[in-house]
Structure formats: C-alpha cells, structure tokens
Nanobody, 122 residues
Framework: QVQLVESGGGLVQPGGSLRLSCAASGLPLDNSATGWFRQAPGKEREAVSCISSGSGYSYYVDSVRGRFTISRDNAKNTVYLQMNSLKPEDTAVYYC???????????????WGQGTQVTVSS
C-alpha cells in the first residue's frame, strides 16, 4: 500500500522559511515524479514544483521560482520542498503527489498525501 505523509508546515512570518517533507512508503520515489501542489481557501489546487524520477530534474511555477527548492533523498525515500522568502500569498495546504512524469495537471497524479498547512502571517 502506497502512503505519502507530508510534514513541516506551520506558522511563519513573511520573509521566513519552512522545509516541507514528503515521506513515502510502498513506492520508491526515485522511480516516480513527485509534485508539490497547494490549495488556499476558496481557490483551486495549483501546482508548485515537481522533481522528475531518476535524474531528479526540477520544475517550478513562476510564482515560486527562485524562492522554493525541491529535492529528494533516495535513502530516506523522501522529497523536500525548501521554501524561502515566504509571502502571505503562499498560505495554503500543501500536498505532495506522485505521477509517471512531471506535469502541472493534478489529475495525472496517482497518489496523494493528506496535506500540511502553511500559514504566512505577521
């Protein structure tokens, strides 16, 4: 049974940093693309970043490029999202999910975690 568990969310002031983790069981993450998505209250879920299988090429949406970094630790079977220079508009529930290849289309992702709340506020 595949399970993805996110952690690392919390309350942070604008300009601060958080590192989210997505720990997987039942599925080797280096054999899948892993994406991070987020959903703010009253808004649709949106893609944030993705790391490809194998070589681990990373992709970012424009709103987070240069501030967020996605990475993977194969030994721990965990994908991370380092978030720096956080803004209030980054406030959302963040989800990780796996797919055959990186895509911004959430319907292409097979397995999802339960989400972790990130709140950026002073």
């Amino acid at each position: 049974q595949v399970q993805l568990v996110e952690s690392g969310g919390g309350l942070v002031q604008p300009g601060g940093s958080l590192r989210l983790s997505c720990a997987a069981s039942g599925l080797p993450l280096d054999n899948s693309a892993t994406g991070w998505f987020r959903q703010a209250p009253g808004k649709e879920r949106e893609a944030v970043s993705c790391i490809s299988s194998g070589s681990g090429y990373s992709y970012y949406v424009d709103s987070v490029r240069g501030r967020f970094t996605i990475s993977r630790d194969n030994a721990k079977n965990t994908v991370y999202l380092q978030m720096n220079s956080l803004k209030p508009e980054d406030t959302a529930v963040y989800y990780c999910a796996t797919a055959w290849e990186c895509t911004w289309t959430s319907a292409e992702y097979d397995y999802w975690g339960q989400g972790t709340q990130v709140t950026v506020s002073s």
